[in-house]
């Protein structure tokens, strides 16, 4: 566990580190002032955002010894994930998306438009998410985090600890205007890593243990976002939807796994 202890905090210093620098340069804290333009700002973010890989490349050749990161980088190149993860991550994940973002119409809420200009945006926008937006957190938290912490605590409680480590490592972007984070309360998005969690380790499981699944998952979860919008992208308003996307998230996250468990007797 000393390893995953360094993977943690070396992937919080990285992105900690960069996200903050950002949020203090925006407030003006230390007399410090600099409007950053947004294409400025989202580069910015996005190399925050590969903490957990820059953790990763520090953290196995100490643990394994030299030659480490290319063996570990080569497993992600395993694409044959078996229909079964391809489909079900699509129709789990977009499901929950659709239920949070429809139900609200009938008890008289407007209906949220999609953001992309067109649905053929998804596709090329889903492969960006995957390795810019999201889903290269996956070079360490599913790749390397998750399967040390299972094997050390159980499925159960080793997802809730990388759902809760996963959430509180996004707490910067909440001090940066503009990020998505900012319309959302912070407990709830920590509720919506830990039930992600418990669905990208089974998603995994089903793919053979292959890790491209969570760079696919994640960065489909992500890319969801604008086509099948849950958040309403203003501030100060409610968000029911972004509620219900939790809660059913949380839920799913449950019962997936008390069957998982519960089939294989593991806890």
Same mark, same amino acid.
Do not use: C, M
């Given at each position: 566990m000393k390893s995953l202890s360094r993977f943690f905090i070396l992937t919080f210093i990285w992105?900690? !580190?960069?996200?903050?620098?950002?949020?203090?340069?925006?407030? $003006? #804290?230390?007399?410090?002032? /600099?409007?950053?333009?947004?294409?400025?700002?989202?580069?910015?973010?996005?190399?925050?955002? &590969?903490?957990?890989? #820059? $953790?990763? @490349?520090?953290?196995?050749?100490?643990?394994?010894?030299?030659?480490?990161?290319? *063996?570990?980088? *080569? *497993?992600? /190149?395993?694409?044959?994930? $078996?229909?079964?993860?391809?489909?079900?991550?699509?129709?789990? @994940?977009?499901?929950?998306? &659709? !239920?949070?973002?429809?139900?609200?119409? &009938? &008890? $008289?809420?407007?209906?949220?438009?999609m953001l992309f200009p067109s649905i053929w945006v998804f596709f090329p926008y889903l492969i960006l998410m995957m390795f810019l937006g999201g889903g290269q957190e996956e070079f360490g938290w599913r790749g390397y985090a998750m399967p040390r912490l299972e094997k050390e605590y159980g499925v159960w409680v080793g997802n809730l600890i990388l759902g809760t480590v996963w959430g509180v490592w996004h707490l910067p972007l909440w001090f940066i205007e503009g990020t998505g984070q900012t319309y959302m309360p912070f407990g709830g998005f920590v509720i919506f890593t830990i039930g992600s969690s418990y669905i990208l380790s089974w998603i995994l499981n089903i793919s053979g243990n292959k890790p491209f699944a969570g760079l696919y998952a994640h960065g489909l979860s992500n890319a969801l976002i604008p086509m099948i919008p849950a958040l309403d992208m203003r501030l100060d308003v409610p968000q029911p939807r972004f509620w219900i996307w939790v809660l059913i998230t949380l839920l799913t996250g449950i019962i997936i796994t008390f069957f998982r468990t519960y089939k294989t007797g593991k806890k």
């Open positions: 992105s900690w !580190v960069i996200w903050i620098s950002i949020a203090i340069l925006n407030a $003006g #804290v230390f007399n410090l002032s /600099l409007e950053l333009p947004q294409q400025v700002i989202t580069p910015i973010l996005a190399l925050g955002a &590969f903490g957990p890989l #820059v $953790g990763i @490349l520090f953290t196995l050749p100490g643990e394994e010894g030299k030659g480490a990161n290319r *063996k570990y980088l *080569k *497993k992600f /190149l395993d694409i044959n994930l $078996g229909w079964r993860a391809y489909l079900f991550s699509f129709l789990i @994940l977009g499901g929950l998306n &659709f !239920v949070a973002w429809i139900f609200p119409e &009938f &008890f $008289g809420h407007d209906r949220l438009p």
